[in-house]
């Protein structure tokens, strides 16, 4: 018992009003798919439909059934108001803002569908089924039909995204997605055509006059009088539901404009950008608004935590964690009070962060995925660069923050490989393999890694000094950089394929950069490198060594400080010149 109690409170304390409103859409979506399938009976006959709508109603009026479906109608349009209300930004992906429009238009297209049929039920007794509905669409005002054909589509597609947004991240979507984009495509076609089969039907029949006073009575559609009165009952609530919608963008201006009273404050990435917003606005919505790239797979829900950020510095200024952002950090067991959800957090004060997930990866087959590289030999330079101390780092740290710093450690190396013309090839824990000379030649690809490993030095120095109060001892690293005949091409199975270099030149920069723990220096370059890049014979140490695999004993310069390499690269291109 007490376990069930402990649930029911983790339950609602993890609640959000996005989980009460995709609670009561999924309610509003399933009367919507029983009243499709009705609406398919229609391709059988006008009868077919006729039952079907008395199973319908006899579910759908079940009092319990009725208060749960119009409570969660009236909770899912305030919830929708709301959100118009509540959205500072609206850049996210297409589906996202075509939803939310989707569902304000909703109540628009619906209200007098409803008047008509429920409140003319209440107030005068119509018992308006399909063939009255039906010959109104088809015979009387076929105008109307067009607008009912817009209210099918617009629910149907609004209900499709907002279903789409709380599966997609289940581990059976992938494999339900097929037949669930199947039962999308054919549930409203076979309604539609239902629909128009009926209403033909419907049109063919009431050419007579015996099926006219049968189906058509004061009893079943109502007098003039009492149809004008449902229609100004109907505009009224259009015309109140419009001025509730003014309301709602007349508050969010008054926001807008009180937030910038209230003051701007700076919001710093860690990485030297800053952007200055009003308070208010959620450190997602920030990068947003400026086209700052910021990881959220949920689009802001709070229903992943892949946008979660590590404040820098002092963060007990900070507003307190709300109740579902501190359930989703409970559930990924972060018990840091520095880590918080960037969808989440609207800071007051200026606030210094990192993210603890990068938006986006470098693919690792960028370069090689065309036809021309696939299985070819050609001449390439390794290099090998691995991060010291990452298993100690990770024994006192947290495991997120450990993934953070050597993501960012990462990052500083790719930087310094991409701005000097190579190619991040292979991610393995710790350590990167980087490619140089698939578009070079081999005397400038030789030239771009020595300088590509001088500028990891450089941004790893800015690393280290952006990450000093965290760190107990600066980052530090190893590289190894030698050149061959490589076979380069695309290797992997199905989904799992990637572009990389095969060959014994791969290996023996591996094993050039394991060197530099015993060598005690920053880099181990072969002299096939050196020589290929046109140094001199004297600018680097010499020393031969041992390689595993190989017999002969290899020739290498030593590099205690990678720094100096860009500053000889350059002075022999000079000379060159």
């Known amino acids: 018992m007490a376990s069930l109690q402990t649930r029911l409170a983790d339950l609602l304390h993890g609640t959000s009003a ?76 297409a589906a996202e803002p075509l939803q939310l429009v989707l569902g304000l238009s909703i109540p628009l297209l619906v209200m007098a569908h409803v008047i008509g049929i429920r409140l003319g039920l209440t107030l005068y007794g119509h018992e308006k089924l399909y063939p009255q509905e039906l010959y109104l669409f088809f015979v009387l005002a076929p105008a109307r039909l067009w607008q009912m054909t817009i209210l099918l589509v617009v629910a149907w597609v609004h209900g499709c995204i907002g279903i789409y947004f709380w599966l997609r991240m289940k581990t059976f979507f992938t494999r339900a997605a097929p037949y669930l984009l199947a039962a999308a495509v054919l549930i409203p076609t076979l309604a539609m055509l239902g629909i128009y089969q009926g209403g033909r039907s419907v049109a063919a029949d009431s050419d007579d006059a015996d099926w006219r006073k049968t189906n058509y009575t004061r009893e079943q559609v109502g007098t003039v009088a009492e149809n004008k009165v449902l229609d100004r009952i109907s505009g009224g609530l259009v015309m109140g539901y419009f001025g509730l919608l003014g309301i709602v963008l007349l508050a969010r201006g008054v926001r807008a404009l009180r937030e910038r009273r209230g003051g701007m404050i700076a919001l710093s990435y860690g990485n030297g950008k800053t952007v200055r917003v009003p308070k208010g606005l959620s450190v997602l919505e920030a990068s947003l608004r400026h086209n700052v790239p910021h990881a959220s ?135 990167m393999l980087a490619l140089f000379g698939l578009t070079a030649s081999p005397e400038a690809a030789c030239r771009q890694a020595l300088k590509a490993a001088a500028g990891i030095a450089v941004h790893v120095d800015e690393l280290n000094q952006l990450l000093s ?57 072969s002299d096939e490198v050196r020589l290929t890049a046109g140094l001199a014979e004297d600018t680097l140490p010499q020393q031969e060594v041992a390689i595993r695999g190989r017999d002969e004993p290899m020739v290498v310069r030593v590099v205690a400080d990678t720094r100096q390499l860009s500053t000889l690269v350059d002075g022999t291109e000079r000379a060159a010149a």
């Not at 309610?27 to 609406?39: C, D, E, K, P």
């Not at 391709?43 to 969660?72: C, D, K, R």
């Not at 993210?355 to 036809?371: C, E, H, K, R, V």
């Not at 660069?385 to 960012?408: C, H, W, Y």
Request: aromatic share 10%; hydrophobic share 45%; charged share 15%.
């Open 297 to 431: 797979v949920c689009g802001g829900r709070a229903r992943c935590s892949t946008c979660r950020i590590r404040i820098i510095g002092d963060h007990a200024a900070l507003p307190e964690p709300s109740q579902r952002e501190a359930f989703v950090l409970t559930r990924v067991g972060s018990n840091d009070p520095s880590i918080r959800l960037a969808c989440q957090l609207r800071p007051t004060c200026d606030l210094s962060f990192f993210q603890l997930f990068m938006p986006q990866t470098l693919a690792a087959n960028a370069q090689g995925s065309s036809p021309a590289r696939i299985g070819q030999e050609r001449y390439l330079v390794s290099l090998f660069v691995d991060m010291r101390g990452s298993t100690q780092l990770a024994e006192k740290r947290l495991p997120f923050d450990t993934v953070f710093i050597v993501n960012r450690f990462l990052a500083a190396v790719s930087q310094a490989v991409l701005e000097n013309g190579g190619q991040p090839n292979q991610f393995v824990g710790d350590g």
């Open 469 to 525: 109060h965290d760190l107990r001892q600066p980052i530090r690293f190893g590289i190894g950089i030698h050149g061959g005949e490589v076979i380069i091409g695309d290797i992997g199975y199905r989904d799992h394929i990637v572009f990389t270099a095969l060959g014994d030149a791969v290996n023996v920069a591996a094993r050039l950069q394991d060197m530099t723990k015993t060598l005690a220096c920053e880099a181990v370059v």
């Open 18 to 93: 996005r989980q009460i409103r995709l609670v009561c859409g999924v309610i509003l979506f399933t009367y919507v798919v029983s009243h499709f399938l009705n609406h398919a009976l229609g391709n059988i006959s006008v009868e077919a439909m006729e039952a079907g709508v008395y199973y319908h109603v006899l579910f759908w009026q079940f009092l319990p059934v009725t208060i749960v479906f119009y409570a969660a109608a009236l909770i899912h349009a305030g919830l929708g108001v709301f959100a118009l209300y509540q959205r500072r930004e609206f850049r996210w992906k």
